[in-house]
Each structure stands twice: as structure tokens, then as C-alpha cells.
């Protein structure tokens, strides 16, 4: 238990990467996300948890500005990647979700080649200067998705036409094509067996290497595998962020105890 | 955490593991009792009775453990759930070396009743077993009521318990000096002493386990630690 204290607070002394102060989002009249602060670290697994309609995923799609996309939606206070805000005007949210990658729940490949849902992103940000180094970056970040193995001899069949779990992580490799900084998975896995799941969560292991992940998940367990750090939300409100080790071994919050413990809260 | 779990078999589980605790807690305070009480009143029939007993004990410890095994394959249980588990085993662990002590001084009771008495040692080491029994009592109080304060008051009382062993451990060197002839039973009876004062150690690490339980956090201070023996010449 020391030790594996020590090793989280290892990891909890790294520079925030995203920081969220005083965060409200309002849908019309619905007000989702209550005075939210955290610090997200860089190179770090932050899993969101939390009962269904407790702010997790509106608050996760606030830090790529997916919020913008909703017309009810509104957002306030600050959220800083790096230390800029991500709201500013002269931010192109474009720009930004190169930078902050996201993943959602249900595999959504393009109807396109396996090559080319991978080629996208780096096509329109012309990270490629030809045709030699797109073929790197997609064999890379296959690579690091790791599937190139299983759709090597065959990047040029249908992405859609891949097993749940392969799409998924066509879907990640997609995302980590860009280079980005974060990468944001909204229940990455709640459509995959468990293989497919234990794959996923291999790789957000091996992701953490390089990127600060952001993970929503309704398995609480999943949360315990991959995370460093443990948020808890509750009815809008952030109610206990803490090492994840502590969050299900002692957290000091009863909401946390009474939903992590499956007690009615 | 008094709320009910939405699955209510898990309720019924973690009770159940109670239980067995609370059952097999009762068994060792018997054993305690009536092992000392064998020694004072040199009765051969209540120690062999002792003896036969602690296979209850030793059987209980597995149901437990199989329990509790259980309990972490299918039920993943997390903070206070998972506190409970975890002391559930540590606690079955305790209980049943308690009932191992107990049926020793039992077994040290077929020879002693074969040689003179040593003074009043007998009924020294009875009021010792009393203090160690009622030390378990309030330990097991504790557990069920969750009660860190009345648990940090039983690590305390094992202080009285060490001095008590510490005073029998001169008054038996003294009299193996005196008189060799009562190094057989000293030996026994210093043997039951050292039982005595390692049951006292069980039940302070089944009271550090409430705490635990109850707060999240180990005792700050482990038990207290006035068995000097160790350094006496």
C-alpha cells in the first residue's frame, strides 16, 4: 500500500497539463457542471467516474471544446492546456482537438480504407510532406494502437468492416495520428468483450507514456486498472478527486464510498 | 456506512463473514477462560476438553477464509467493503493462533498436575488469561460497533498485560534459582506466561484492524511494547 502510494504521488507531482477553474456548463436551463477545479497531469490516466447524468462526459468534452458544437450549451470559467485558455477567441477549435484527441464509446470509423482513417488527420493538418512519410505515420500509430499486425496486409479494406474491438483501436490509432497532447476516451470500451476491453486497456497503459489520457467509464473496476488519479462526480459537482488508490481503498467523501461501494446514495 | 448495498446478496455476505467472526471470537474467549481456569484448578478433564474444542476454531478460521476468498473473486470489493474483507482475514488469523495458545497451556496442564504447585503462580497467570479475555471482548466489541475509540483503549491495556509477564517472568527465574527442583514446572509455567502475554499481541493487532476499518488509516503508534524480557540477564 506505501509503496504503491509512493508511485502515485510520484506520478501526481507532474505539471498539470489541463487545469479547470471554476468551470460551469449550462444545457438552457440545466445547470450540468458546478463550479468544477481540477488539475489534470501530464502523462497521467485520469478516470472520470460517476452515476449516469453526473456531469462526466460534459465535463470531458469541455476540454476539446465539443461543448461548442451544442447550441444550448454554455460554457464558463477557465480551462487551461499548457497554461493558455482553450476558450480564448484566437483558439481554432480545430487546431485544439489536433492537439486534444478524443475517442468515443461506439467505434466510429469513416467509411473509408483503414489507410485513410488514419491518413485523415494527418492529411489536413499536412503533417506529411509525401506519400513515404504518410505511410509512416499510419504504420506508427497503427503501431501504437497496437492492430498494424492484424490489418497490415489489408489497409486498403473498409475500416467499418473490422471487429468491434479492431475499430476501436483503428479508432485510437486514428486519434494519436495527429501527435496530439490528451487524449480523451468517453467509454472507450462499453461496446467491447472483455479481450478487446483487456487490449484497450494495454494500450492506455502504453499511451500514458507519451500523452495525459482523460478516461469516462461507468467500470468502476476499469477505472482501478488504469488510472492514476480518480475523479468523482456527482450530480454536477466534482466531489472527490484524489490517487486512485486511495479513492477506492479510503475515500473521504461519503457520496464517493456509498456509489464506488454499490450502496444507494 | 450504515446504507444497504444495491445487490442485497452482498449484504447478506459480508454479514454472514461477520458472523463466523463473532461465533469463532466467542469460542477463543472460552478457550482462554477455561484453559486458565484448568491450570488453576488443576483439571485435567476441562484441558482436554480445551484441546478437543480448537478444532472448532481451526475450522471456523477456513470457513472465513473461503468466504472472504469468495467475497474478492465475485464481489471486487472497494474501500470500507474492502477494509472489512481484509480484516475479516487478518482477524480469523489472530483469533485462531489465540485458540492455538489456549489449547498449549491446555496440553502444559496434563504435566503440571503431575508436580507441586508453584505458589500462587497459578492464579497469577489466571488473573493474567482474565485481563487477555476481557481485552478480546471489548476488541470484538469494537468490530461490531465500529468503534476506533474502544479499539485504541484495548492496544493500550496490552501494556498491563506485558508487566504482568514481566513480573512472573523474575518471580519464575527466582524461583528456578531457589529451588531446581521447580524448574519443570517454571519452565511449563513461564512457557503458559509468554502464551499469555502473546495472546495479548493478537488481540492488540485484531483491535489495530478496527481501526483500520474504521478510519482508513493504520494506528499511528503499533502497540505498545513493554515485554523487557528480551533484554533481561
Same mark, same amino acid.
Given at each position: ?48 467516474? +460517476? ?18 458544437? $451544442? ?6 470559467? !477557465? ?5 493558455? !485558455? ?14 486534444? +484527441? ?11 480504407? $483503414? ?31 497496437? $492492430?498494424?499486425?492484424?490489418?497490415? !496486409?489489408?489497409?486498403?479494406?473498409? +475500416? ?99 456509489? $464506488? ?5 | ?27 477463543? =474467549? =472460552? ?43 465475485? @464481489? ?33 496442564? /496434563? ?18 488469561? @482474565? ?17 476506533? =475509540? ?6 493500550? @491495556? ?12 523474575? =518471580? ?56 523487557? /524480557?528480551?533484554?533481561?540477564?
Amino acid at each position: 500500500m506505501n509503496d504503491m502510494a509512493r508511485v502515485e504521488r510520484r506520478v501526481g507531482t507532474k505539471n498539470a497539463k489541463i487545469t479547470a477553474r471554476d468551470v460551469q456548463v449550462h444545457y438552457g436551463d440545466t445547470h450540468a457542471i458546478k463550479d468544477v477545479n481540477v488539475e489534470i497531469g501530464d502523462k497521467t490516466v485520469t478516470a472520470f467516474i +460517476g452515476p449516469s447524468g453526473c456531469g462526466k462526459s460534459t465535463f470531458l468534452r469541455c476540454l476539446n471544446r465539443m461543448n461548442d458544437t $451544442i447550441d444550448a450549451c454554455r460554457v464558463r470559467g !477557465d480551462i487551461l492546456l499548457d497554461g493558455e !485558455d482553450i476558450y480564448d477567441k484566437r483558439v481554432d477549435p480545430v487546431q485544439l482537438r489536433a492537439k486534444v +484527441g478524443m475517442v468515443f464509446q461506439k467505434p466510429n470509423p469513416f467509411p473509408k480504407s $483503414i489507410y485513410d482513417n488514419v491518413a485523415y488527420g494527418p492529411r489536413i493538418h499536412g503533417l506529411a510532406r509525401n506519400k513515404p512519410e504518410l505511410d509512416e505515420i499510419v504504420e506508427k500509430s497503427l503501431r501504437r494502437a497496437a $492492430i498494424w499486425n492484424e490489418v497490415k !496486409d489489408r489497409l486498403d479494406a473498409p +475500416g467499418t468492416g473490422l471487429s468491434g474491438g479492431q475499430q476501436q483501436r483503428l479508432c485510437i490509432a486514428r486519434a494519436v495520428a495527429t501527435e496530439p497532447e490528451v487524449l480523451l476516451m468517453d467509454e472507450p470500451c462499453s461496446a467491447l468483450d472483455p479481450i478487446a476491453t483487456a487490449q484497450v486497456e494495454e494500450l492506455i497503459d502504453e499511451l500514458r507514456q507519451r500523452y495525459s489520457v482523460v478516461i469516462v467509464t461507468h467500470s468502476m473496476q476499469q477505472a482501478a486498472r488504469v488510472s492514476q488519479k480518480t475523479a468523482f462526480f456527482h450530480l454536477g459537482n466534482l466531489v472527490e478527486f484524489g490517487e486512485t488508490g486511495q479513492i477506492f481503498t479510503n475515500p473521504q467523501d461519503p457520496r464517493t464510498e456509498s456509489y $464506488i461501494t454499490g450502496r444507494i446514495g | 456506512m450504515s446504507e444497504q448495498h444495491i445487490a442485497s446478496a452482498f449484504d447478506r455476505e459480508l454479514e454472514s463473514i461477520q458472523a463466523h467472526i463473532m461465533k469463532m471470537g466467542g469460542l477463543v =474467549e =472460552e478457550a482462554i477462560g477455561a484453559s486458565a481456569k484448568a491450570l488453576e484448578t488443576r483439571d485435567e478433564e476441562l484441558a482436554l476438553k480445551v484441546r478437543a474444542d480448537d478444532k472448532a476454531i481451526d475450522a471456523l478460521e477456513e470457513v472465513i477464509d473461503e468466504e472472504a476468498a469468495r467475497l474478492i473473486a465475485l @464481489r471486487a470489493p472497494t474501500a470500507i467493503d474492502l477494509r472489512l474483507v481484509l480484516s475479516v482475514l487478518k482477524v480469523a488469523g489472530n483469533l485462531e493462533r489465540i485458540g492455538d495458545y489456549a489449547k498449549n497451556i491446555a496440553k502444559r496442564n /496434563t504435566v503440571l498436575i503431575t508436580v507441586p504447585p508453584v505458589n500462587d503462580s497459578a492464579a497469577a497467570l489466571r488473573r493474567m488469561a @482474565r485481563e487477555v479475555e476481557l481485552m478480546l471482548k471489548d476488541a470484538l466489541d469494537s468490530y461490531i460497533q465500529r468503534d476506533a =475509540e474502544l479499539a485504541a483503549d484495548v492496544i493500550e @491495556r496490552d501494556r498491563e498485560v506485558d508487566q504482568m509477564y514481566n513480573a512472573l517472568f523474575r =518471580e519464575f527465574l527466582t524461583f528456578m534459582a531457589e529451588e531446581p527442583r521447580s524448574i519443570t514446572s517454571c519452565m511449563h509455567l513461564h512457557f503458559i506466561a509468554k502464551n499469555i502475554e502473546r495472546m495479548g499481541d493478537h488481540v492488540t493487532s485484531i483491535a489495530e484492524q478496527v481501526v483500520y476499518l474504521v478510519t482508513g488509516e493504520r494506528p499511528e503508534e503499533s502497540r505498545p511494547k513493554a515485554d523487557t /524480557t528480551s533484554l533481561t540477564a
